[in-house]
């Protein structure tokens, strides 16, 4: 059976009189397969933290089996250790600054996630014994 290509004497076309210019710009810039809207106007940068010193005090960590030795299995109680260690390496300072500073980097974040490490200090150093 063979197919015949047949031709549609006119197809219907959008009223594009009634558009504004920007939106027939719009409408061009689509059919050309161009992007509508460059990435510098997508996106913008709200917030960057440091992360490279995290990670490499973290990948130590799991080279030298110290999560291992502190407790066998994951647990809140040994991220909030993994951070207090790791965060006095890279900013030594008393524990009440340590916990203060755990959300100038990303180690809260790669260790336990915001449950463990609140923004409230507060309430973080006073699970932390005085000694």
């Known amino acids: 059976m063979d197919f015949a290509v047949t031709r549609f004497a006119s197809a219907p076309l959008p009223i594009f009189s009634a558009w504004s210019p920007a939106k027939v710009a719009a409408l061009r810039k689509l059919l050309k397969n161009q992007p509508l809207v460059s990435p510098d106007q997508a996106f913008s940068i709200v917030s ?4 490279g010193h995290v990670e490499l005090v973290l990948g130590a960590f799991r080279r030298l089996g110290l999560p291992a030795l502190l407790d066998r299995s994951p647990s809140p109680q040994r991220s909030a250790v993994l951070a207090m260690i ?4 890279l ?3 008393s524990k009440l600054a340590t916990t203060r500073l755990w959300h100038c980097t990303t180690l809260a974040a790669e260790l336990a996630g915001d449950e463990l490490f609140p923004d ?4 973080t150093s ?3 014994p005085k000694s």
Do not use: E, F, G, V
């Open 126 to 128: 006073a699970s932390i």
């Open 48 to 51: 960057s933290r440091p992360h």
């Open 120 to 123: 409230n200090p507060d309430a």
């Open 86 to 89: 790791a965060q006095r390496l």
């Open 91 to 93: 900013h030594p300072a």
